[in-house]
């Protein structure tokens, strides 16, 4: 079945630090790809979502790829700040059928 | 002000007990649904409605209710309590319930069953 792998339950970074974080996806489908934050105390928030295999998403200076070839979905950021340090779950949804989340990582970043 | 409410906030209930959880949504949305959050299964997807009408169920147990008396309300009965129902649970809304609709979460409710 449909799944979506996130191998890091925990990242630490210090500010400024450049940011990886891992979500690999198994589906026969072509599903959209998103990547939700969620921050201490709150419902998790769409960060930024891609529908279309090979293209880039970019939101708050966080940027995903659809890579089909690889079946990759990896967060990045180049410079992280302390107000990042949240929960980042990755996720997939297609034809309307329930979406699929990722365990989560939780970025601490320290200043 | 915020646009998707949960109530309460915290729940305590005891084993065997039946409680409500409260969603409403005032974003305009045709679709909600019902999310629960734990240590064992970081998010995991319970219920969908569109237009007061349950499009998926996720959920194996009779035991979870989601009850529409509007179309921006979502209530969750849940009976028979148990101590593995201790998560917390998030609603949420999309405008149409399609996979490409953008889904904005509540607060969520924390719910603990001794």
């Known amino acids: 079945g449909d799944s979506v792998t996130q191998k890091q339950g925990q990242v630490t970074l210090s500010e400024d630090d450049f940011l990886f974080i891992n979500c690999t996806y198994s589906?026969?489908?072509?599903?959209?790809l998103l990547w939700y934050v969620q921050y201490p105390g709150q419902g998790p928030q769409l960060l930024l979502k891609?529908?279309?295999?090979?293209n880039k998403g970019i939101s708050r200076g966080f940027e995903a790829t659809y890579d089909k070839g690889t079946t990759s979905f990896h967060l990045q950021k180049a410079s992280v700040q302390e107000s990042d340090s949240a929960v980042y779950f990755c996720?997939?949804?297609?034809?309307?059928?329930?979406?699929?989340f990722g365990a989560g990582t939780k970025l601490t970043v320290k200043p | 002000d915020p646009k998707i409410i949960q109530k309460p906030k915290y729940l305590v209930a005891v084993t065997g007990s039946e409680k409500i959880l409260i969603c409403e949504q005032y974003l305009g949305h045709n679709a909600m649904y019902w999310y629960r959050q734990s240590a064992k299964k970081p998010l995991e997807f319970m219920f969908s409605y569109s237009y007061q009408k349950l499009m998926d169920n996720q959920t194996a147990s009779s035991r979870f209710q989601p009850q529409s008396s509007k179309k921006n309300h979502l209530d969750l009965q849940i009976t028979a309590l148990k101590p593995d129902d201790s998560a917390t649970y998030f609603c949420?809304?999309?405008?149409?319930?399609?996979?490409?609709?953008?889904?904005?979460f509540g607060p969520g409710t924390r719910l603990l069953v001794l």
């Open positions: 891609v529908t279309t295999a090979n």
């Open positions: 589906t026969t489908t072509y599903p959209t």
């Open positions: 996720a997939l949804v297609y034809n309307n059928n329930a979406p699929r």
């Open positions: 949420a809304s999309s405008q149409w319930g399609l996979s490409q609709d953008t889904q904005y």
